[in-house]
């Protein structure tokens, strides 16, 4: 008679197991060679020592075979392709009346995913790209690791936008999203069975969805949120007005859009410059008219970053625009021109110098705006 310990296991694709084979004997004393007499579900059957299922991409056999001294082990080899599910193997020998079975359970092996900033933000975010951070606080290291740990494993990774995310309105926008790069986008699992590249972010903020994928398996996806820290919006306010929305980056006028955040200084100081003009231009009593307030038109993005826009404000706007470069960490605000009296500008712009922006732009030739800078 034959016996199997264990009857049941279980094993990863790719890997292999043993049984230990017991023979118990009546009268017969010669050896005793075993046999594979099949391995279902594959409905194969096999008279013999060794077996080799391609269709499976199982090897099965013994060590030793012949049996002297009444003990052996069947070896179960599978391969990465080893189609995953529960498969009985019918075993016998030369003078056995009662066949054996024993059941081994094909599982594929685990990933694991994870995504480590090299120099995380308070958040555990990501820095944007060339916004004045150390390059570290752009990247992340991407691992993936295979139990059971086995080298050559292909994994590849991808990473995808996240649509409406960071204050840009997906569908309003033409050409490749900025989503980053990897130094390396695909390879094999090394010896401890891991597999790692470094993932740097875009310019552009956002999340950002990092997948992985072995063979044609996936494995995985994990989220980062890529950004610029601390930024706060502009509420409104009854000396000033809120312009400058597009369909890319929508605002509106006395309301809070997602093109007026900065830091709180900046937010400060603009409040500051508003209170200013007022009181010069509308002292006590008199109340400032919607159409004199001061218009604070593009300042950053809620999540800070590249701030691409185009002339025309109702037109989709390209990912690879260049405009707006400075308006990226929330230092930035242009303020409009357009109903700001001549005769006013000059004290206008003693009070961006005694607020905090000595270093504005004056570009109301070229763009009907000055560009301040709260450095």
């Known amino acids: 008679m034959l016996s199997a310990q264990p009857t049941s296991q279980n094993i990863i694709q790719g890997e292999s197991v043993a049984y230990a084979i017991n023979l118990t004997r009546s009268n017969y004393v010669e050896p005793v060679d075993l046999v594979i007499l099949s391995i279902t579900p594959s409905q194969i059957g096999f008279l013999s020592e060794t077996t080799s299922d391609s269709s499976l991409g199982i090897d099965a056999y013994f060590n030793p075979d ?21 498969y009985l193997i019918t075993i016998s020998g030369t003078e056995v009346i ?29 820095r944007t790209a060339s916004t004045g951070k150390p390059t570290e606080y752009s990247m992340a290291e991407v691992k993936v690791t295979r139990t059971p740990a086995t080298p050559g494993s292909m994994i590849s990774l991808s990473a995808n936008r996240i649509s409406n995310s960071g204050g840009h309105i997906e569908d309003k926008h033409t050409g490749t999203p900025p989503v980053g790069g990897f130094n390396q986008a695909s390879g094999t699992t090394d010896i401890n ?48 007005r809120l312009t400058g929305g597009t369909v890319a ?35 006590g009593p008199i109340i400032i008219p919607a159409q004199s307030r001061l218009k604070f038109n593009d300042m950053s993005l ?74």
């Open 302 to 375: 809620p999540y800070g970053g590249k701030f691409e826009v185009v002339s025309n404000s109702s037109a989709p706007v390209p990912w690879n625009a260049s405009s707006h470069n400075e308006h990226r960490i929330g230092i930035n605000c242009d303020v409009s021109s357009s109903n700001v009296p001549r005769d006013r500008r000059t004290e206008l712009v003693n009070i961006f110098i005694n607020n905090g922006s000595p270093r504005f732009l004056d570009e109301t030739s070229s763009s009907n705006h000055w560009h301040l800078r709260f450095e």
């Open 98 to 126: 009662q066949p054996a079975t024993v059941t081994v359970t094909v599982l594929p092996p685990t990933y694991t995913l994870t995504v480590t900033p090299k120099k995380s933000l308070a958040d555990g975010s990501l």
């Open 249 to 283: 980056h929508p605002s509106g006028d006395d309301q809070t859009g997602i093109n007026h955040y900065g830091t709180p200084e900046t937010v400060t100081h603009l409040q500051a410059i508003a209170a200013a003009y007022e009181e010069m231009f509308y002292p």
């Open 193 to 240: 069975g891991v597999f790692r590249a470094m993932y740097t972010a875009p310019a552009t903020s956002g999340e950002i969805s990092i997948s992985a994928n072995s063979e044609d398996k996936e494995i995985g996806s994990k989220d980062v949120l890529v950004k610029v820290s601390g930024l706060v919006p502009l509420a409104s306010g009854t000396n000033y």
């Open 66 to 86: 012949p049996v002297v001294d009444d003990s052996s082990e069947l070896i179960v080899q599978t391969s990465p392709s080893t189609p995953e599910g529960t």
